[in-house]
């Protein structure tokens, strides 16, 4: 049995220390302490401190922990330059690499001066002991449904399985998990999070600001060297010598794989980020530093291609360059970051002992090396729908693939891909960290294109299935299904009445903006009763023949943009924004638009005004999600780590309680 305190890590978790400013004349401002107020860690997780603040130089600083005067790693005193790399204007000064053992609330006390004046600020931190005799989970598996609230996963079970007199005919694999609760989604700096830190609250137990990963928010001149915090893979594989696997549907640059492993500010760095990867993933001449990256794979092979070849988005204003020598010198890092956008770094990942595959058929007979890169695309890789189109023979209203004009024509599934990671992540006896990200549920979402949104969903859940699968027979393992944010306020408004081919016959109908006439595409939308129990026919590879059928869900978006809606299946996709311009062109010249608005071309649609500001797509939301765990223990048996996440929850509480599984807490 489980205690409460157990079961709510944030329970007993509370904010002691305030931050306090006393201010003298004239003095700088925009004085802070990082990591913020009230951060959390693990005992001997190590973060960066930093000390900054505006206002005119020459900047000096000090700082205290528990009283006891602190030297910096960086940072000269008495000077404008400071640490060297904080922006103009600033004085910046650093502790590089801090981890305290002792568990309970801290505090930091620092005081930060320019030529006008002084500033006093304190803030707390706290340090949590989850290691215990209890037995210690081997395996993390995390699958995270970027954007997935809980109308999707209900849109995914209602097309796949569909109801009968109000009842579900089937559960999808993530239901079955019996550790269900709710997830706050909220970032360092809004209500709204984008999918860098809301990945990164899972991995690190810290909040950061929009667009950072692994880092905490600075005014610094490079977002490489902004303070880091201990990502879970780099804590597991240095206690203990984890591996860690990323597995993604999108590049594997995006946000969501990169901010379980890369340190950045600026998540669009895709040179950097992609470079990171593998600079970080051991550090020369020790095994104990880095992240164990052992799998990699996903889309994005412009960034592993050298600048200038077609396909290639390597570029020296996305790369990073040396860093900091204190940097370096306190997390044991590799000191060979430099602008290389001509590096080949497929080779160099060859080069360092990892297999590489480029195609599903290639990854289907790759058996089960020690390190995998399996770059499928060179961008995002294509949803579902697209991919079983290809599969099956046949894309709907086209007689081309949209795989082959994205030039990735063989591209395996989700599940495919996971159950090679694996197979590849158990041949360490110490265990890994796994995290599969079902991409386009989010991005898909953002573009309110419903039929690939759930298609997409369908996909992610068949990789829940082989996570626990393996879970069974394994042993040892916490399972946890999230999403980072829900995206788009996706919701089932009801189904369509009239007919498929009713709905076909329609005339386009752009006056839908004066309110005196309801178009007729509206009178279509089945609600309450007439949504009655649609019935989508499910093919042996586990997805529906087609969604357009009598009786349709109809999906309305309660953050939406800009778009023209015909309720029917879409034949092209909208043009994935993360993919190399010389695709991206090749794609526009046959006849793919770059925004939801634009499809006005396309036969059977109305406009309808979105409400968000920038008018281009759907935006993420700041509602909480659905968490689904499942565990085993010794021999596959079951266990109930899953158990802490019943209730509500903060998004930095899951990585605390997925941590304790892992320590044995
Ligand atoms: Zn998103």
Redesign the pocket.
Same mark, same amino acid.
């Given at each position: 049995m489980y205690s409460s305190s157990r079961q709510s890590v944030g329970a007993f978790i509370f904010a002691l220390g305030v931050l306090a400013s006393s201010i003298a004349a004239a003095a700088p401002s925009n004085v802070r302490i990082i990591p913020a107020n009230r951060a959390r860690f693990l005992t001997g997780q190590k973060f960066d401190i930093r000390v900054e603040g505006r206002g005119s130089g020459p900047f000096f600083a000090s700082i205290a922990i528990d009283g006891m005067p602190v030297e910096f790693t960086s940072g000269r005193q008495g000077t404008d330059e400071t640490d060297g790399i904080t922006s103009p204007g600033y004085g910046g000064f650093n502790l590089r690499g801090y981890a305290n053992d002792d568990a309970g609330i801290h505090t930091i006390s620092a005081t930060f001066s320019d030529a006008d004046g002084t500033v006093s600020s304190e803030a707390s931190f706290e340090i949590l002991d989850l290691s215990g005799a209890q037995p210690a989970a081997k395996n993390i598996i995390i699958l995270l449904g &970027?954007?997935m609230g809980v109308a999707h996963r209900t849109a995914a079970r209602l097309v796949k399985f569909g109801a009968t007199d109000g009842q579900p005919n089937g559960y999808l694999a993530m239901d079955r998990f019996p550790g269900t609760g709710l997830v706050t989604t909220h970032s360092l700096n809004s209500i709204v999070t &984008? #999918?860098a830190p809301g990945m990164a609250c899972y991995s690190t137990g810290n909040h950061s600001n929009n667009g950072q990963e692994g880092v905490y928010p600075a005014n610094m001149t490079n977002p490489f060297y902004q303070p880091r915090v201990e990502y879970m893979a780099e804590y597991l594989h240095r206690t203990r010598g984890a591996s860690l696997g990323l597995v993604t549907s999108a590049d594997v640059e995006d946000a969501t794989p990169a901010a379980n492993a890369v340190h950045t500010g600026n998540r669009n760095a895709g040179t950097g980020v992609c470079d990171q990867y593998l600079d970080e993933s051991d550090s020369e001449g020790s095994s104990k530093y880095g992240t164990g990256l052992a799998v990699l794979m996903g889309g994005g092979r412009r960034w592993f291609l050298p600048a200038g070849q077609f396909g290639s988005s390597r570029a020296a204003a996305t790369d990073y360059d040396s860093l900091p020598e204190d940097l370096v010198n306190a997390w044991h890092l590799p000191s060979s970051g430099k602008i290389d956008p001509q590096r080949d770094l497929i080779q160099d990942f060859i080069d360092r002992g990892f297999t590489y595959a480029d195609s599903a058929t290639t990854l289907s007979k790759i058996g089960s090396p020690d390190k995998l890169l399996g770059l499928f695309g060179y961008g995002n890789m294509n949803v579902a729908f697209d991919k079983l189109a290809k599969r099956r023979g046949a894309q709907p209203g086209r007689d081309t693939f949209v795989v082959d004009e994205y030039h990735a024509p063989d591209q395996p599934l989700l599940e495919e891909m996971t159950d090679v990671a694996l197979q590849v992540l158990r041949k360490n006896s110490r265990g890994f960290v796994l995290m599969v990200e079902g991409a386009h549920i &989010?991005?898909q #979402? =953002?573009l309110m294109d419903a039929d690939r949104v759930i298609d997409e969903t369908i996909e992610f859940d068949n990789a829940v299935a082989v996570a626990k699968q393996f879970a069974d027979n394994a042993g040892n393992t916490l399972v946890v299904v999230l999403a980072d =944010?829900e995206?788009s306020g996706f919701s089932l408004i009801g189904a369509l009445t009239g007919g498929i081919d009713h709905l076909r016959k329609l005339a386009p109908d752009n006056k839908t903006l004066d309110p005196a006439t309801q178009p007729e595409r509206q009178r279509v939308i089945g609600t309450y009763d007439t949504a009655a129990f649609p019935r989508y026919n499910i093919l042996d590879d586990g997805y529906p023949e087609t969604f357009d059928i009598d009786g349709k869900i109809l999906i309305g978006y309660g953050a939406n943009g800009d778009r023209y809606e015909g309720w029917l299946m879409k034949p092209l996709p909208i043009v994935d924004s993360l993919l190399p311009d010389d695709i991206k062109a090749e794609l526009r010249s046959v006849g793919y638009k770059d925004q939801p608005y634009q499809r006005e071309e396309s036969a059977f649609g109305y406009f309808i005004r979105g409400q968000a500001a920038g008018r281009d797509n759907a935006v =993420?939301t700041a509602s909480d999600i659905p968490v689904s765990a499942y565990s085993t223990g010794q021999e596959g048996q079951p266990n109930d780590w899953y158990k802490q996440f019943y209730g509500v929850q903060t998004n930095t509480d899951v990585f605390f309680k997925l941590m304790r599984a892992a320590l044995g807490g």
């Amino acid at each position: 049995m489980y205690s409460s305190s157990r079961q709510s890590v944030g329970a007993f978790i509370f904010a002691l220390g305030v931050l306090a400013s006393s201010i003298a004349a004239a003095a700088p401002s925009n004085v802070r302490i990082i990591p913020a107020n009230r951060a959390r860690f693990l005992t001997g997780q190590k973060f960066d401190i930093r000390v900054e603040g505006r206002g005119s130089g020459p900047f000096f600083a000090s700082i205290a922990i528990d009283g006891m005067p602190v030297e910096f790693t960086s940072g000269r005193q008495g000077t404008d330059e400071t640490d060297g790399i904080t922006s103009p204007g600033y004085g910046g000064f650093n502790l590089r690499g801090y981890a305290n053992d002792d568990a309970g609330i801290h505090t930091i006390s620092a005081t930060f001066s320019d030529a006008d004046g002084t500033v006093s600020s304190e803030a707390s931190f706290e340090i949590l002991d989850l290691s215990g005799a209890q037995p210690a989970a081997k395996n993390i598996i995390i699958l995270l449904g &970027d954007g997935m609230g809980v109308a999707h996963r209900t849109a995914a079970r209602l097309v796949k399985f569909g109801a009968t007199d109000g009842q579900p005919n089937g559960y999808l694999a993530m239901d079955r998990f019996p550790g269900t609760g709710l997830v706050t989604t909220h970032s360092l700096n809004s209500i709204v999070t &984008d #999918s860098a830190p809301g990945m990164a609250c899972y991995s690190t137990g810290n909040h950061s600001n929009n667009g950072q990963e692994g880092v905490y928010p600075a005014n610094m001149t490079n977002p490489f060297y902004q303070p880091r915090v201990e990502y879970m893979a780099e804590y597991l594989h240095r206690t203990r010598g984890a591996s860690l696997g990323l597995v993604t549907s999108a590049d594997v640059e995006d946000a969501t794989p990169a901010a379980n492993a890369v340190h950045t500010g600026n998540r669009n760095a895709g040179t950097g980020v992609c470079d990171q990867y593998l600079d970080e993933s051991d550090s020369e001449g020790s095994s104990k530093y880095g992240t164990g990256l052992a799998v990699l794979m996903g889309g994005g092979r412009r960034w592993f291609l050298p600048a200038g070849q077609f396909g290639s988005s390597r570029a020296a204003a996305t790369d990073y360059d040396s860093l900091p020598e204190d940097l370096v010198n306190a997390w044991h890092l590799p000191s060979s970051g430099k602008i290389d956008p001509q590096r080949d770094l497929i080779q160099d990942f060859i080069d360092r002992g990892f297999t590489y595959a480029d195609s599903a058929t290639t990854l289907s007979k790759i058996g089960s090396p020690d390190k995998l890169l399996g770059l499928f695309g060179y961008g995002n890789m294509n949803v579902a729908f697209d991919k079983l189109a290809k599969r099956r023979g046949a894309q709907p209203g086209r007689d081309t693939f949209v795989v082959d004009e994205y030039h990735a024509p063989d591209q395996p599934l989700l599940e495919e891909m996971t159950d090679v990671a694996l197979q590849v992540l158990r041949k360490n006896s110490r265990g890994f960290v796994l995290m599969v990200e079902g991409a386009h549920i &989010d991005k898909q #979402s =953002h573009l309110m294109d419903a039929d690939r949104v759930i298609d997409e969903t369908i996909e992610f859940d068949n990789a829940v299935a082989v996570a626990k699968q393996f879970a069974d027979n394994a042993g040892n393992t916490l399972v946890v299904v999230l999403a980072d =944010h829900e995206c788009s306020g996706f919701s089932l408004i009801g189904a369509l009445t009239g007919g498929i081919d009713h709905l076909r016959k329609l005339a386009p109908d752009n006056k839908t903006l004066d309110p005196a006439t309801q178009p007729e595409r509206q009178r279509v939308i089945g609600t309450y009763d007439t949504a009655a129990f649609p019935r989508y026919n499910i093919l042996d590879d586990g997805y529906p023949e087609t969604f357009d059928i009598d009786g349709k869900i109809l999906i309305g978006y309660g953050a939406n943009g800009d778009r023209y809606e015909g309720w029917l299946m879409k034949p092209l996709p909208i043009v994935d924004s993360l993919l190399p311009d010389d695709i991206k062109a090749e794609l526009r010249s046959v006849g793919y638009k770059d925004q939801p608005y634009q499809r006005e071309e396309s036969a059977f649609g109305y406009f309808i005004r979105g409400q968000a500001a920038g008018r281009d797509n759907a935006v =993420h939301t700041a509602s909480d999600i659905p968490v689904s765990a499942y565990s085993t223990g010794q021999e596959g048996q079951p266990n109930d780590w899953y158990k802490q996440f019943y209730g509500v929850q903060t998004n930095t509480d899951v990585f605390f309680k997925l941590m304790r599984a892992a320590l044995g807490g």
